[in-house]
């Protein structure tokens, strides 16, 4: 039989026999490589922005970034305060855990004064008028060894008052 090659087995070769369960094994490896991938797709590992909205009679506070993160993951947040009555010294107040293990390219538009108050980003947004709409972006970039979750609130003060506080957390994953 010179049409095959030596060594060639035709019924173990060709027709496969005692393999049956060979593919199998690709499809189940195919699928432990696909399960990230749907899993990110699922916004399991973040980057999805979401927005809290928390009001007082003063003010309206909308925070929108996302809840969930991967390290190296640049975003953007915003902050909205929307003024019921006359804000004189309006001031939004970030726990460490918007900063830390996180870095900080910039805040659009600058605010009236930066300041740290016992490990509190403080931004002064200044005279908010009543009716007026004021909304800052800060673009931040997650650490990559940073990992966990964390505490984000935003107070909003009017001077020394404080106005309200928006909760939200963070969860950093690998």
Same mark, same amino acid.
């Given at each position: 039989m010179?049409?095959?090659?030596?060594? #060639? =087995?035709l019924s173990r070769h060709r027709d496969l026999?005692?393999?049956?369960?060979?593919?199998?094994?690709?499809?189940?490896?195919?699928? #432990? =490589?696909a399960v990230p991938i749907v899993l990110g797709l699922a916004n399991v590992f973040g980057q999805r922005q979401s927005a809290a909205s928390t009001s007082a009679p003063a003010a309206t506070l909308s925070v929108n970034a996302p809840s969930r993160v991967r390290g190296g993951l640049l975003y953007t947040a915003s902050f909205t305060v929307r003024a019921h009555a006359e804000l004189k010294k309006a001031t939004l107040i970030l726990d460490p855990g918007w900063i830390d293990g996180m870095q900080v390219n910039s805040i659009n538009p600058q605010p009236v004064d930066e300041a740290s108050r016992q490990g509190r980003m403080v931004l002064d947004l200044g005279h908010v008028p009543a009716g007026r709409l004021v909304r800052y972006w800060i673009e931040f970039q997650v650490n990559p060894t940073t990992v966990g979750r964390r505490r984000q609130n935003v107070e909003l003060d009017d001077g020394g008052t404080k106005i309200l506080i928006a909760r939200r957390t963070l969860t950093v994953y690998p």
């Amino acid at each position: 039989m010179a049409d095959r090659p030596d060594e #060639i =087995v035709l019924s173990r070769h060709r027709d496969l026999n005692g393999r049956q369960w060979h593919p199998w094994v690709r499809r189940g490896l195919l699928g #432990i =490589v696909a399960v990230p991938i749907v899993l990110g797709l699922a916004n399991v590992f973040g980057q999805r922005q979401s927005a809290a909205s928390t009001s007082a009679p003063a003010a309206t506070l909308s925070v929108n970034a996302p809840s969930r993160v991967r390290g190296g993951l640049l975003y953007t947040a915003s902050f909205t305060v929307r003024a019921h009555a006359e804000l004189k010294k309006a001031t939004l107040i970030l726990d460490p855990g918007w900063i830390d293990g996180m870095q900080v390219n910039s805040i659009n538009p600058q605010p009236v004064d930066e300041a740290s108050r016992q490990g509190r980003m403080v931004l002064d947004l200044g005279h908010v008028p009543a009716g007026r709409l004021v909304r800052y972006w800060i673009e931040f970039q997650v650490n990559p060894t940073t990992v966990g979750r964390r505490r984000q609130n935003v107070e909003l003060d009017d001077g020394g008052t404080k106005i309200l506080i928006a909760r939200r957390t963070l969860t950093v994953y690998p």
